[in-house]
């Protein structure tokens, strides 16, 4: 059975970093892209980043809002992807979800999501 | 950035009904649209892809039309299940984007 499953969120302080870990199951992490978004409480879904499959040298998009802050990487061996948020602000607060993308001409859209962690930015 | 919009923002409805929620793209995206369902607190779920093909496991009262700039999403003789709220994604390009999502609510 296909699973992701984000871990890693919690209550950070602005200016401060933390690194939420998506694994997955069920299927090979090297085969796939792997999204990240996040949800602001009450709001609707926001693309975060993204980084390719092994075939697609494993190079990685970034939202505006999060570029220079946030790295994207895989692990394939242990078959998890990671989002790695520097420089946190507290407008990055919001649920984190990862998905695996299918890719499409240009783009991805995607089929398997987490359940999400929480991420809090707050002194 | 592509910008998406979809309309309404809330539909009330009742079990048995069919509803349409329309999604508009700022340019073309071919058919590269897709439609998620998402229930409070849980995590979206892909209905449809590349504008009307349906996901495996979906049932299929849900269908998809649409291309270029104006997309559709249509749920035939709704059921309990269904209320929720809906977003579509455009992965025609860089920066991937969703519309601000319509809240499917019991009339």
């Known amino acids: 059975e296909v699973q992701v499953v984000e871990s890693g969120g919690g209550l950070v302080q602005p200016g401060r970093s933390l690194r939420l870990s998506c694994t997955a199951s069920g299927f090979s992490l090297g085969d796939y892209a792997v999204g990240w978004f996040r949800q602001a409480p009450g709001e609707g879904l926001e693309w975060v980043g993204l980084?390719?499959?092994?075939?697609?040298?494993?190079?990685?998009e970034y939202a505006a809002s999060v570029s220079g802050r946030f790295t994207i990487s895989k692990d394939n061996s242990k078959t998890i992807a990671y989002l790695q948020m520097n420089s946190l602000k507290t407008e990055d607060t919001a649920v984190y979800y990862c998905a695996r993308g299918r890719a499409a001409i240009t783009s991805y859209y995607f089929d398997y999501w987490g359940q999400g962690t929480l991420v809090t930015v707050s002194s | 950035d592509i910008q998406m919009t979809q309309s309404p923002s809330t539909l009330s409805a009742s079990v048995g009904d069919r509803v349409t929620i329309t999604c508009r793209a700022s340019?073309?995206?071919?058919?590269?649209l897709a439609w998620y369902q998402q229930k409070p607190g849980k995590a979206p779920k892909l209905l449809i892809y590349?504008?009307?093909s349906l996901e495996s496991g979906v049932p299929s009262r849900f269908s998809g039309s649409g291309y270029g700039t104006e997309f559709t999403l249509t749920i035939t003789s709704l059921q309990p299940d269904d209320f929720a709220t809906y977003y579509c994604q455009q992965y025609n390009a860089f920066p991937c984007s969703f519309g601000q999502g319509t809240k499917l609510e019991s009339k």
């Open positions: 590349e504008a009307s």
């Open positions: 980084i390719r499959s092994k075939i697609y040298g494993e190079t990685t």
């Open positions: 340019q073309s995206i071919s058919r590269w």
